[in-house]
C-alpha cells in the first residue's frame, strides 16, 4: 500500500504560479508513473500530466501544455506540478495518483491504482 499527500494548493490571481506536491509513504514511488488529475465542481475527473517511471516520457493536456511541468525526486518520493501562467478555469482540485503499467503512460483515471485526498487550486480572474 502506499499513501498519498498533496498539499502546495491555494488562492491565485490569474497569471500567477503554484506548485504542488505529491508525497508517497508506505514504499518507493520509483517504479511507478505519476499522474495529476484536476476535479472541478460538476465535472468528471480529468487527465492534467503524467509522467513514466522511467523519467523520461511525460504527458500533458492540451489546456496545460506550455504552461503545467511534472517532475519527480525519488529521493525524496515526492511528485511535483509547477503550474505558471494559470487561469480562472485552471480552478479545481488537483490529485495526485499512482499507476503501475511498465509499457505504457495511461491518461485515463481508471489506470491509476492510488490516489490522494486532493489538494484545492482557486484561480481568481
Known amino acids: 500500500q502506499v499513501q498519498l499527500a498533496e498539499s502546495g494548493g491555494g488562492l491565485v490571481q490569474a497569471g500567477g504560479s503554484l506548485r504542488l506536491s505529491c508525497a508517497a509513504s508506505?514504499?518507493?514511488?520509483?517504479?511507478?508513473?505519476m499522474g495529476w488529475f484536476r476535479q472541478a465542481p460538476g465535472t468528471e475527473r480529468e487527465f492534467v500530466a503524467a509522467?513514466?517511471?522511467?523519467?523520461?516520457?511525460?504527458k500533458y493536456a492540451d489546456s496545460v501544455k506550455g504552461r503545467f511541468t511534472i517532475s519527480r525526486d525519488n529521493a525524496e518520493n515526492t511528485v511535483y506540478l509547477q503550474m505558471n501562467g494559470l487561469k480562472a478555469e485552471d480552478t479545481a482540485v488537483y490529485y495526485c495518483?499512482?499507476?503501475?503499467?511498465?509499457?505504457?503512460?495511461?491518461?485515463?483515471?481508471?489506470?491509476?491504482?492510488?490516489w490522494g485526498q486532493g489538494t484545492q487550486v482557486t484561480v481568481s480572474s
Open positions: 495518483a499512482t499507476n503501475s503499467y511498465k509499457t505504457l503512460l495511461p491518461t485515463r483515471p481508471g489506470a491509476y491504482d492510488y
Open positions: 508506505g514504499r518507493s514511488l520509483s517504479a511507478d508513473n
Open positions: 509522467l513514466r517511471w522511467t523519467g523520461g516520457t511525460t
